[in-house]
């Protein structure tokens, strides 16, 4: 496991930390683009006729919400994380929305769970497996829970294409790198999925390729730029100073017009036969 990375490591974080990443979490799951392809997947997952659904890695809750707030979705999501801190937020954040009688959350490894084989109509790892050693553990898992045609969605970023522009494009290269480490465990896991699935037995049914990319000014990548700021001195990947510097140059190409930050990300949809 890549130890730098703090979001493998959510169950033994300081609470100033960890409130970094449930902003980050959060603000990134309100933004329009990420929001529509998160539906995206959901919708080629029919999740609104699932009664039953598993939210591996919930984090902060974004995608159980979702699946909750769809109007004809008349079923109960479970979340599952490994920081019971998460968890906590996830249950508040859900019950603040009213969506607590739909939505339940619960600490656990998604790589080994405690429930019964075919125990879910479908089963989403919603920015998960990045931030996972062995993801082939956790498809597997998610296979042995979904019930025989259930459906199993998978979104992440492919974390490898991370990109900033620099004026310095030498010492660009290398702040992306610092940031891949710092923050990533598996940064080429979603060109994987394909191969993953076929071992774990999947049936690939639908992917979604994307390429999130803004130019000129930032708007989607804020959050993640002042999440940075804080996590890659705790990742060890920069100084407090370094990373400091990184952001404020970040921010003023930004006020520049002259910003460029992309990543590419990819929604999958699976079945289980």
Partial sequence: MNSSDPYAATDRLDASLLQVIVTRLEARGKHPLFDRMLRDYLDAMQIDTSQSVLDLGCGTGVAARAIARCSAFSGRVLGIDISSALVQAAA??????????????????SRKLDFADGSFDAVVAHTLLSHIDDPL????????????GGMIGIFDGDYASLTFGHADAVQGKAYDEAIINGVVTSPRVMRQMPRLFRAA???????????????????FWVPAIESFRRLLPKSGVMTESEAENWAESIFRDSSDGVFFGASNYYGYVARRP
């Fill in 92 to 109: 508040q954040l859900a019950e603040e929305e009213g969506l607590g009688d739909r939505t339940e959350f619960q600490t656990g490894d």
């Fill in 137 to 148: 553990a956790v498809v597997r898992e998610a296979v042995r829970l979904a019930r025989p």
């Fill in 201 to 219: 037995g999947l049936q690939l049914v639908a992917s979604f390729p994307y390429v999130l990319a803004e130019v000129g000014k930032a708007d």
